[in-house]
Every structure is written in C-alpha cells, then in structure tokens.
C-alpha cells in the first residue's frame, strides 16, 4: 500500500550523541560497541543511532519504546529543537539538516506544529487566545487568526468553549485545547509527544479515538510518541518500535503482532490481546471461484460442483460485488429454463473491509454461514473470510501469546 503513497518526511542515517566527544562515539559505535559500553568506555551518552524511516502523506506514524529509547529525542530531532549529530532529515524535498537559523525558523513555522504532553496552555489566556497564540506570535490579523482558531476549536469539538480558561476545563479537553492550537498553525506535519500520557485511562481512550475521527477527516501527516503499546496498536497506521536508541522493527500493528522481528519484540507484545488487533484480512482466503453477472445457472452450477461449494459469489466485470447465487437457487433457474441469474441472488450475507477487526467477526456469519465476503473501499471482492479460518488465527494467537 504504501509503495503508491507520497514520502513526506524521509530520515537517513540519523544519530544523535549527547556528550562533547561526539565523534569518538560514533567511532567506538562504528567498532560495533553498543550505548552501554560507549558510555563507560567515552563518557558519551549515543541517544540515537544510524535512524532510517519515512512517514507517508497522511499517515499517522507512532514511534515508540520504553523510557531511554531515544524516542522524544527522535522526534526533536525532526524539527532541530535538538541538533542531530549526522544524518539527513529531508520534508518535502528539503534537508532540515543543512538549514541556516532563519531557514530553519520559517520551515518550523511551515511544516510542524506540536502537541504535548503537559498541554502547555497559558493559564491567563482564554481557550480561544491559546488556540490563536501560533497565528499571534506569526503576526497574522486579529480578525484572521480568530476565524481561524473558531475553525480549529470546532474540529475537536470545543465550540462553546471559547471564553473559557484553563482551569475551567478538564485535561481531555486542555489537551483538545493545544490540539486546537496545532490545528490552527495550519502545519503541514503533527508532532505529538507523549500527548495522552497525562490524561486517566478513560480520557485518554476518548481522546484516542478523537484522534483517529480528526486523522480520517484531516488526513494530517502525525507523528505520535508513546511509550504504551496498546496506544501504539490502536492508533498507528504503522509502528516504529526503539530500544536503546536504535530501530528494532518498523511495521503496521497487525504485521508486528504477527511477525515480530525479534525476541525482545516478542516479549514486548507479551499480552496483548490479538484478536481486537488482527483483521479480516488476516484470516482472508482468496475466492476460490466467482461467477460473473452475465453467467447462466448452467455456468454457476459447474463451477460449484468443480470447487465443492453450495453457494458462490456473483460479481460485475470490474469485481464489484453484485450478491450470492445459492446452488438450489441455481437447480430452480435450471428447471424454470432461466438464463439470468440475477433474480435468484441472494444478499443474505455479510461484508466488511480488510481492516474490520477480527474479533467484530464472530456475529457477522449468518445460520447458513456463507463466506464474509472481504471488498474494497468499491466493493470489489478481495477474498473471503470463513468461520474455521477465524478459528485458527484466534487459536495461533494465543499459542504466540502464551509463549
């Protein structure tokens, strides 16, 4: 999916050393010494090493790891608020890393805006002051910066609010307050850090889903930070996971829950609860026949025969799903001496998308239990999902979570 997807931030060979030897840990790291012994051997803390990943336009990027995986130290590196010590970080086509002071402070006002974990509002400024500070410190009109900062209230649902203070509100909504903020910088990118650490469980799973609402009505390029894996699974359109400084896997959450890179990515995903992770798509098998609308019952009833099945999905040139053609159905049409099938199709059955959780699956098949048929955003038909196929991956999954 991604191949056909615009890169909007491409990271090479990224390395941060904290220290001032820098370049005689990035020697000892070339000699294949790892952060722990750098440290004794220099004195030199190595934050990040040899960093290399790109975030997609629109997507919703979550880098994440354990406190001391370098993962807040990443994402200041993307906007220089922390110098890089080598390494390129190129946002449309322009290398931040080779920007002058002046450069650098109109690509920050240009590409990024940031979201934090302690909300960072002004106590003495109203919701809507702090939602237009970015646009008042740019020097944008009055009236200007407050139509935009009403917009960007309204997008998080914070209309009405907009005389009150802080302290009037609770923290999901502070923090819809500094999401409001970003939103009227008009950034090309997201940075959120931590954004949701502060906020109690139920708060934070609302604002969670909050986030997904706004990214699929947006389609604003983030970057997420977080240390909570369940956060990262339920979020992330793909995971970059860290361990002392360095990427260990890079991937969507069902391919690190299904293919984990390595043993401490395993004992990572330790516990998760698969099936609300796993999708449809996991359990898909390809079709293993279809008749197209402009078929007989004759036609239909061979092919159900040749493949073993008592029912088969009926489908337009372009294999957009039209509805399924039952073998009784088809012997009736037979006899009736009927050339179209279309009057016997049957749309007792069910569809869902190649992202529909797995554990969504279970009351979707009918008493006859056809196929769940799996379609595309043009609901054309891209396999199908059968009950014992959920079975086994629910069963593969707690076998690798038990281990």
């Known amino acids: 999916m991604n191949e056909n997807r615009n890169v909007k931030i491409r990271v090479r060979q990224l390395s941060k050393v904290f220290g001032n030897q820098p370049k005689k840990a990035l020697e000892l790291r ?24 790109d975030v997609f336009e629109g997507e919703l990027l979550v880098i994440m790891g354990l406190s001391g995986s370098g993962k807040s130290t990443l994402i200041r590196c993307l906007n220089r608020l922390i ?4 390494g390129d970080i190129v946002i449309d086509g322009e290398n931040i890393s080779e920007l002058g002071d002046k450069a650098l402070l109109e690509c920050r006002r240009r590409h990024f ?23 008042e410190i740019r020097g944008v009109d009055k009236a200007e910066r407050t139509d935009t900062a009403r917009n960007a209230l309204k ?14 509100l609770s923290g999901g909504m502070q923090q819809r307050v ?18 949701f650490s502060a906020l109690d469980p139920l708060i934070r799973g609302d604002m969670q889903q ?16 977080t240390h909570d894996l369940d956060e990262a699974l339920t979020i992330g359109d793909r995971i970059v996971l860290l361990k002392d400084g360095e990427i260990v ?22 516990g998760v609860d698969r099936s609300r992770i796993l999708t449809a798509e996991s359990a898909m098998r390809k079709v293993r026949a279809t008749v197209r609308d402009t078929d007989g019952p004759r036609t239909a009833l061979r092919k159900m025969r040749e493949h073993g099945i008592d029912s088969i999905y009926v489908t337009r ?40 959780p797995m554990h969504h699956l279970f009351a979707m098949f009918t008493a006859k239990r056809f196929p769940i048929a799996v379609v595309d955003e043009r609901k054309r038909l891209l396999g199908v999902v059968v009950k014992g196929a959920v079975l086994d991956e629910l069963a593969q999954a707690a076998k690798e979570g038990g281990n």
């Open 113 to 135: 805006s940031m979201v934090f974990q302690n909300f960072a509002l002004f106590p003495h400024r109203t919701v809507l002051q702090n939602a237009e500070f970015g646009l």
């Open 249 to 270: 896997q890079i991937g969507t959450p069902e391919e690190i829950l299904t293919r984990p890179a390595d043993d401490y990515v395993r004992r990572f995903i330790e």
């Open 155 to 168: 997008q998080v649902g914070l209309d009405g609010w907009e005389d009150a203070y802080p302290n009037q």
């Open 178 to 195: 500094g999401l409001a903020r970003a939103l009227a910088n008009d950034a090309t990118v997201l940075l959120m850090d931590e954004a």
């Open 210 to 225: 909050e986030l997904l609402e706004l990214q699929h009505r947006m389609q604003k390029t983030t970057v997420f930070i």
């Open 30 to 53: 070339d000699q294949g010494l790892k952060r722990p012994e750098i440290l004794e051997a220099s004195g030199q803390t190595l934050g990040l090493s040899h960093i290399n990943f």
């Open 83 to 86: 110098e890089p010590t080598e």
């Open 317 to 356: 040139r372009d294999r957009s799903l039209m509805g399924l053609l039952e073998a009784d159905a088809a012997e009736s049409l037979v006899k009736e001496g009927k050339e179209s099938i279309a009057e016997a199709l049957t749309q007792d059955f069910r569809t869902v998308g190649p992202d529909e």
